[in-house]
């Protein structure tokens, strides 16, 4: 998901004038704040079905093991 939104952010720095440097930059702190936050508390709450899956393949690897 950080990926994706990543690469739109790269667009968008892009769209609005910078050149690639400065928008590979930009978009390499967009991508660490918000895999920052998704790893977080906080991030449950934004997006909780990414801690579901995660908690669903650990749980099938524990049964399987």
Known sequence: MTGIVAADSYAE??????????????TLAYALGEYGILNTGLGEHILPELRAERRRTENMLKALA
Not at 16 to 26: K, M, Q
């Open 13 to 26: 720095a892009k769209e609005a004038g910078l050149n690639d440097v400065e928008a590979s930059i930009f």
